[in-house]
């Protein structure tokens, strides 16, 4: 698989510290799916799609920052879909989103609209403006959202907001976010023995994107994030690494 | 259909061995492979200090083949002994080691020996680290010395990873010399690959090593040239996808085969291969020693 | 579009030559690819004494590649000087030579002169005849020594093809010292095919090069390496079979391609791919001088 | 292309220099495109298949030897179908074989036969003895055969036998076997205007078997007898080295 090149036709500020780039090129992925985006001279990183032809990245690094200085007109690399994406299943569904996080799980609430699901979404940031796809979620049912600062919805981690749920109540759980929210969940699906039911997609280095370097294989199943994941389900992350640590570029571990 | 099989120092169930920066940077992934019936596997080559690599894009699946620029990114042996000792269980554990000279290579076997892998695989090989592998691979001098020093450190069986030189047998006699109680062969090609709609080489470190099915032939040619010249085992390594690949490679004159890229398509790979392997040698009643370097006429 | 090219001493209407050894050992062959478009054409590798090349199979199409072991079949200069003359005419030809010294090159070349040979291409990596090609091309002093001596002989540009080592540039920059007027890389890289069912190597003469789409990132990094250590032209000669190849050759600095294996598929290749080339710059609205090392970062 | 692995599962001598050798493969040729035969450890060397699974060789030199030495159940590889083959077309055909040259117009009679198109063949050869696929040369049509010695048919050269018909009356014509006697053909149709209705199977030096050594490329049009043929129209051979010389392994010209 060699990169596609794809122009940036379109570039959306959606939060202070996250942006939109539409491309001129069709993914194609299912969501949860990632593809490498490739900004030369710079680095290859992995990014969901948040619609069919656009990325939405935050900026938190060297790549990322490059990608912000590009403009309308510029273009990336484009290697994928890869991963194997979500699984939509059942008449009832609940969305645990954190900051960025947000960016797979709206083309997904929007795939389960159209297929009559029914969606609760919780959506956190660390502040009000922070919030991402508001109204993408809203519109595909219903959402609840928190913020650290309390500057909109539940003051607090998003995921207190599940502590008024019953998780049973929802025939499948998906969740994207910061890992130590993303562990938490784990954590309360666990105790409702809901853990098969939920899908938490990943996030741990990424090099090759293929299935054969190594980089992101998690302890102790040595699956690939890449290519058996990016999403897991709850089952399988119990016990493993997931919320305790993760490697970085060179295979240390580093505790989250 | 017994694939039992003796490799440079090594007693393996099959001859199919998963090769080294595949798959081979955690215990975990390490067994993963293992479970999926590999006779051995050989972990990411690992140095003195820590390395990130080079930046991406680092591998990319070309028409007819893999390539690939990762920069030997690696913890260091201070924090991979911990991974190796974990690893082991299953199948024979190879560590793959590099250094800048002698003396490194010396340090991190002696490193990684209290963790008591199997066996030690020199990458004197590796195409795009500038001062590594490779650099050292093309002299003979240089190989036979290193060899020397990490067999006088360790007590397990060391094997020197070669690079795909058009004269292979000179380095391959020179780690013959250095004790070496195999050599594999080969490492990737420098290669690269450009994207004529921006006009940039693809990988971030611009020219890497070419792996996979396109190399083949090449990695064949190889062994029979080593095969024919050397008195140790040859293990065969470049484009193995399929059991008849594998037998070429043993009528070649391998005593066995690793295995990277085919990953991509399937990590069953080892399984299936040795499933292949045991019907071709039932068909004709024959074993694995017979097959081997059938091809040297 | 205009594609004239001023490619190693010679003016070209577009920058696909024919490949030394493919379609060139008589003037209507030659005249033939000519007719298909060719910018130039490369004559089969004449030397000093009739060889009838090795036995077959001689030449294999792989899964990814070609695979050959001609053996360097020719009827000698004495023989082939009509030819030569014969050939000329429509495009420049190119008369590619070998020999087993500097001696023998300059016989060769001092015959074949008397047709007039538009340039001269020194065959210093044929890979698979005994003392011939590679042998030489692998070592700096001959291949510098060798340049020279053709070069006082004849007037024309001297082209040298280079075997593709690790460490081309070596021989490359001793080429440039030898006064030659472009290097042109790469020739076919050893390798071999084993035939599972009969444990017989495919070939005749058992190992041969590999050719075609499996070795051009191997051709393109030897490109980018030379475009980026010499003065002198370089010309890209590897797994050419579509303006899109071509370009990444341009790009990686090469001043032409040659194209040999690609003729299995379609004899109108030169044509199709500088239909390509010229669609791709005027899209761009740009010249292939503006695209010769663009990859060069 | 690579060889596949074909066992002889019969040896058949059908003159006392021409064996046919019968493999557990089928060709899947069209008559006159020919494989190329890989006698392990010799050569490998261009044959035109006489039957849907076998070969008949006449025995010349190093590799036909070789290929004589093998016994049922040895093995040989094999490339091909290469090479364009005959064109069947019209109502009624003319046939001029010499010597093992039949051995390509004998599966064309054949098909011939299957299309209920009539046949004429002229068949030559050194002596009676010689004579190959005389039954199935009659049972397709009607023969007349020549022979040098006199010993069946006409006492001659085959060619002779044309100077009795009209060769006006036929819709196409087919030729192989030696040089000389095609060469002969060839100015025989010329003279009776059938030159483009008339088919050679060309012989010529065969290395690489795939249109890319140039070594079968014939004067002055540079076609390849591989690829561009080995069936060529007369018209194409007129004024061409055809009959005149041919070119030996190191591509030195050989006067025939
Ligand atoms: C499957 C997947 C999907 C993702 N989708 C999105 C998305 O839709 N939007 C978004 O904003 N971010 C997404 N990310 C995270 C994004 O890839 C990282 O933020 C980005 O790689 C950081 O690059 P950088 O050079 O700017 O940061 P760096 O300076 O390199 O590092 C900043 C942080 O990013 C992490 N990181 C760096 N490189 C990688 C890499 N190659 N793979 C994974 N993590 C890395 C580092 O560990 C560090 O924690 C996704 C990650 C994965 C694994
Ligand atoms: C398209 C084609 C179809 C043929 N079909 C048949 C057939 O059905 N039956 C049959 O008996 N013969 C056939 N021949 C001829 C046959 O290929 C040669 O007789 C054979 O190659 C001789 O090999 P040798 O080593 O035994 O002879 P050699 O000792 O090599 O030489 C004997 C003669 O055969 C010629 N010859 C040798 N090698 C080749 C080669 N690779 N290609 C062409 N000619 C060669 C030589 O020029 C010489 O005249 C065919 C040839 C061609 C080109
Ligand atoms: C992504 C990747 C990383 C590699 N890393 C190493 C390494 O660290 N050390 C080493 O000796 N070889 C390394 N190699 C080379 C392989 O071990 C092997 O020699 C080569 O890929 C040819 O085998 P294959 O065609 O089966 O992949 C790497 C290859 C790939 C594709
Ligand atoms: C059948 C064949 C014969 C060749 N003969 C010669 C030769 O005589 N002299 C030479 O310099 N190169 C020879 N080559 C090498 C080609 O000129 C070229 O360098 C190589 O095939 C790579 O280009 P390609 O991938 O376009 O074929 C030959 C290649 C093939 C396939
Ligand atoms: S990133 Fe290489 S295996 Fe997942
Ligand atoms: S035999 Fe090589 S081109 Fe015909």
Redesign the interface.
Known sequence: MMPINAKITKIVDETPSIKTFFLDLTLDNKPGQFVMVWIREVDEIPMSPSYSNAITVQKVGDATSALFKLKKGDSVGIRGPIGNGFTLSGKSILLIAGGVGAAPLAPLVEVAGGKKIKVKTLLGAKTASELLFVKRFRSAGDLQTATDDGSDGHKGPVTELLDELDLRGYDQIYSCGPEKMMSRVLEMVKGANMASKTQFSLQRYIKCGMGICGTCSIDPSGLRVCVDGPVFSGETLIDSEFGRYARDASGRKVRL | MDLRTDVGGLRLKNPTILAA?????????????AQHGAGAVTT?STGVS????H??????????????A?GL????YH??VRELEAAKGDVPVIASIFGSNAKEFEEVALGLNKASPDAFELNLSC?HAEGYG?TLG?DPQKVKEITEIVKNAVDVPVWVKL?P???IVEVGLAAQEGGADAVVAINT??????????????L?N??GG?SG???K??A??CV??LYAALNIDVIGVGGVSSW?DA??FI??GASAVEI??A??DN?NVFRNISKGIAQ?LEKRQRTLDD?RG??Q?
Do not use: C, Q, W
Request: glycine residues 10%.
């Open positions: 920066g595949v798959l081979g940077t955690s215990a975990a992934s390490l067994k993963r492979v990411k820590p390395r990130e690599g930046p991406g894009p680092v591998l990319i699946k070309t028409e007819h083949g893999f390539l690939n990762m990114p690696n913890p260091s924090e991979f195409p490779m093309t690079p030189l058009m004269n090609i420098p290669a690269m690959v450009i994207d004529v709609e921006s006009g940039y080489p693809v971030g611009k020219v070419l099915a396109a190399i032939p090449v064949l040619r029979y040239e008849k037998i070429e009528m070649a990277g890229s990953i991509y990590i071709f097959m059938v091809a006429k």
